[in-house]
């Protein structure tokens, strides 16, 4: 629990107009709230208003959320918003999908053990065996369902119900080297998360690091993004860059960037949990941590 006290996630987006910050402070201070953040943007091309407040019972008591929702729902729909209120402690069942690379799965998995992470990790899903140890020794349910072109939908068949059993609220894609069907695309849409390295578009297929090399790069990076159909063209959460130089070998550049893509991937899932990603128009607005 926060030192202060109880804290609660107000997030909002609508039409942009006048007095769209003032109807969510005004309610709040009404209310007994005590604002600990707040961040809004208006964005202009778009004519689309979004705001974020992060707050707390001035008295430290805990929220009486049935009357907040009650209370604020008429002022929001004058102005056509589309809200949720969250308690900053809780915290969303994930399910992790994996193939091979363990560097992004070990960071997560670390992450989460130290409480670092503010998930709950339900299960680990994989098309290989090969991180079914890793998975038992933190102890997560590990489950292997080997994937060919014939046998997709039924393999996607047994994922859905994972995560239908697990209750899952976020699909993090921790380089799951499989492209999900356009089903499972539109399923999870805003609620699953992938990583690939960012020398795409330029290097694509097998080794990419080495495609990189030889064309003498200057910097790797890493994209994380809500899955569409586009592969990996979804709407972008975060993205991480380190800079390289002719020094750097295959293997060096392939080290380097997976080091960039799970500090990108966690970083987008933090994100993403504390409520500071907003999906529109096939594109977000993320309000950062100063």
Request: glycine content about 6%; aromatic content about 12%; some cysteine.
């Amino acid at each position: 629990m926060n030192q202060q006290g109880l804290t609660y996630v107000l997030t909002a987006s609508c039409p942009g107009r006048s007095g769209t910050v003032d109807v969510v402070t005004r309610f709040l201070r009404e209310f007994g709230c005590y604002i600990t953040e707040l961040n809004s943007f208006d964005d202009a091309l778009n004519h689309r208003f979004f705001i974020r407040a992060v707050f707390r019972m001035e008295d430290h008591s805990a929220v009486d959320q049935t009357a907040f929702r009650a209370d604020f729902a008429p002022r929001a729909e004058t102005f056509e918003m589309e809200w949720d209120l969250t308690p900053s402690e809780y915290r969303p069942k994930m399910v992790i999908m994996v193939s091979k690379y363990d560097h992004c799965l070990n960071d997560l998995l670390y992450r989460y053990r130290t409480g670092n992470l503010p998930v709950d990790i339900r299960a680990i899903i994989s098309n290989h065996p090969d991180l079914q140890s890793l998975a038992e020794w933190h102890g997560i349910p590990y489950y292997h369902f080997p994937i060919t072109a014939e046998t997709k939908p039924q393999q996607e068949a047994q994922v859905q119900a994972v995560l239908d059993e697990t209750g899952c609220e976020l699909l993090v894609l921790a380089r799951y080297m499989q492209v999900l069907s356009h089903e499972m695309c539109t399923r999870w849409s805003g609620k699953a998360i992938n990583i690939h390295h960012s020398l795409l578009p330029g290097f694509k297929g097998a080794k990419p690091y080495h495609q990189a090399y030889d064309k003498g790069v200057k910097m790797v990076g890493a994209t994380a993004h809500y899955v569409s159909d586009d592969l990996d063209e979804g709407p972008i959460i975060t993205q991480g860059m380190e800079m390289v130089d002719h020094t750097y070998y295959p293997a060096d550049l392939a080290r380097k960037g997976m080091d960039v893509e799970s500090l990108t991937l966690s970083r987008a899932i933090q994100y993403h949990v504390e409520k500071r990603v907003f999906l529109f128009n096939d594109k977000t607005v993320v309000f950062e941590r100063s």
